[in-house]
């Protein structure tokens, strides 16, 4: 724990060094660039084989378009465990959440932030190899892990284009669509930006703008911010509303 406080320290510390402007959530929409679509596909594709063998973390800015951009940190370790924290990314907007993976499976944990300081706990929610059940799921974690194996995947159901940079992003970006007649799309719909070592740098999808401020190496493993409990992981939604017992009606 206290090798993650310090790796999460230097992140945090970079920020004053780096633009924190954020472009304004908007639908994944941009003017595709010169290049032939096979062409682009294949380069999406090499980018995110780089990106399943990088190990770092990384601080990124997140937008949702509430006007009020927090900050997210993924980070991808030595042994394959990774984790993504994601303030205000659950119950609604109203608590933090990180989501972890080790060779256990993959958990939800309770994630302390300054405004809402708590102890953290974790509750597994999937097994190693499958996705985080939908009620249960922040989506944002899926950016930085989940799709790298769709967009290396040439059968998948994608129409990908590169397409002018987002602002601030480093590195090419590519506009993702997807094909598929199925009302699950293989990936989320939207721009993906990405580094020539293959690190996230930019993304917009449905529900924001991420983007890359500040990277340094990836520690040797990713621990579970708390103890593993048995319980109810947090939904997606906000909790209903806690009603005095004076105002409750009588049972």
Same mark, same amino acid.
């Given at each position: 724990?206290?090798?993650?406080?310090?790796?999460?320290?230097?992140?945090?510390?970079?920020?004053?060094?780096?633009?924190?402007?954020?472009?304004?959530?908007?639908?994944?929409?941009?003017?595709?660039?010169?290049?032939?679509?096979?062409?682009?596909?294949?380069?999406?594709?090499?980018?995110?084989?780089?990106?399943?063998?990088?190990?770092?973390?990384?601080?990124?800015?997140?937008?949702?378009?509430?006007?009020?951009?927090?900050?997210?940190?993924?980070?991808?370790?030595?042994?394959?465990?990774?984790?993504?924290?994601?303030?205000?990314?659950?119950?609604?907007?109203?608590?933090?959440?990180?989501?972890?993976?080790?060779?256990?499976?993959?958990?939800?944990?309770?994630?302390?932030?300054?405004?809402?300081?708590?102890?953290?706990? $974790?509750?597994?929610?999937?097994?190693?190899?499958?996705?985080?059940?939908?009620?249960?799921?922040?989506?944002?974690?899926?950016?930085?892990?989940?799709?790298?194996?769709?967009?290396?995947?040439?059968?998948?159901?994608?129409?990908?284009?590169?397409?002018?940079?987002?602002?601030?992003?480093?590195?090419? $970006?590519?506009?993702?669509?997807?094909?598929?007649?199925?009302?699950?799309?293989?990936?989320?719909?939207?721009?993906? $930006?990405?580094?020539?070592?293959?690190?996230?740098?930019?993304?917009?999808?449905?529900?924001?703008?991420?983007?890359?401020?500040?990277?340094?190496?990836?520690?040797?493993?990713?621990?579970?911010?708390?103890?593993?409990?048995?319980?109810?992981?947090?939904?997606?939604?906000?909790?209903?509303?806690?009603?005095?017992?004076?105002?409750?009606?009588?049972?």
């Amino acid at each position: 724990m206290r090798l993650f406080a310090l790796t999460a320290a230097l992140l945090i510390m970079g920020l004053g060094g780096c633009s924190a402007d954020t472009p304004e959530a908007a639908p994944p929409s941009a003017s595709p660039q010169a290049e032939p679509a096979a062409d682009a596909r294949d380069a999406l594709a090499g980018l995110a084989a780089l990106g399943q063998d990088l190990k770092y973390a990384a601080l990124y800015t997140l937008d949702v378009g509430d006007g009020a951009p927090r900050n997210v940190i993924a980070t991808v370790a030595k042994d394959g465990s990774w984790r993504v924290d994601i303030p205000n990314g659950a119950l609604g907007g109203t608590t933090g959440v990180s989501v972890v993976r080790n060779a256990n499976g993959v958990y939800q944990c309770t994630l302390s932030t300054p405004t809402n300081p708590v102890a953290s706990v $974790c509750v597994r929610v999937a097994d190693k190899g499958e996705r985080v059940p939908r009620k249960y799921d922040p989506k944002v974690q899926r950016l930085f892990r989940q799709w790298l194996s769709v967009f290396t995947d040439r059968q998948a159901a994608l129409a990908v284009s590169a397409v002018q940079p987002l602002p601030g992003a480093q590195g090419s $970006c590519y506009a993702v669509d997807s094909v598929s007649a199925s009302l699950d799309a293989p990936v989320d719909v939207g721009i993906y $930006c990405y580094s020539p070592e293959g690190l996230l740098t930019a993304a917009r999808v449905e529900f924001g703008v991420l983007k890359l401020v500040n990277q340094v190496d990836g520690p040797d493993t990713v621990p579970l911010p708390g103890p593993e409990v048995a319980g109810q992981p947090m939904g997606m939604n906000s909790p209903p509303p806690v009603v005095p017992p004076s105002l409750a009606p009588p049972a």
